[in-house]
């Protein structure tokens, strides 16, 4: 159970109309590898800085880059919002399922475990097959029961 010592504590976290309280275990262990499990109160929590293109390259409590966000409205519109939306964590649960309805599916890699989902989230639509993604399940599985 989660408490609050504000209203706008509680605000930040119940967004939108994805309950936090609803959080799968494995959303839970990618918000702790993601932001030590921080959500965002005044200030975003930013990703890391591209110098390059001199931007971050995601933010929130599960570092959404705009990438993701935008592929995640173009399967549902009815998502709506701005990216900096993804700073709520309620609104960052609704991508990141959406994000795994749309690459997670039997139908693209066969039978669908956490380490699909997680892999696939820190790497992309193919991150399950990518090497570097290793270490980021190994990570994300510390943190499940």
């Avoid at 959303?27 to 390059?52: K, N, Y």
Wanted: hydrophobic fraction near 35%.
């Amino acid at each position: 159970m989660i408490c609050f010592s504000s209203a706008a504590a509680a605000a930040i976290l119940f967004s939108t109309d994805v309950p936090v309280c609803s959080m799968t275990p494995l959303e839970r262990a990618i918000h702790q590898v993601e932001t030590s499990g921080a959500i965002t109160g005044d200030t975003p929590i930013l990703g890391d800085w591209c110098p390059r293109r001199k931007i971050h390259l995601s933010r929130g409590p599960l570092q959404i880059s705009r990438a993701a966000w935008s592929d995640c409205l173009e399967r549902d519109p009815t998502i709506g919002g701005r990216y900096e939306d993804v700073d709520g964590l309620g609104y960052s649960l609704r991508i990141f399922r959406t994000y795994q309805s749309r690459y997670a599916t039997p139908v693209r890699v066969g039978t669908v475990t956490d380490e699909i989902k997680a892999r696939i989230w820190n790497g992309g639509p193919n991150g399950h097959k990518k090497a570097a993604t290793v270490s980021y399940w190994e990570k994300t599985k510390r943190w499940l029961p």
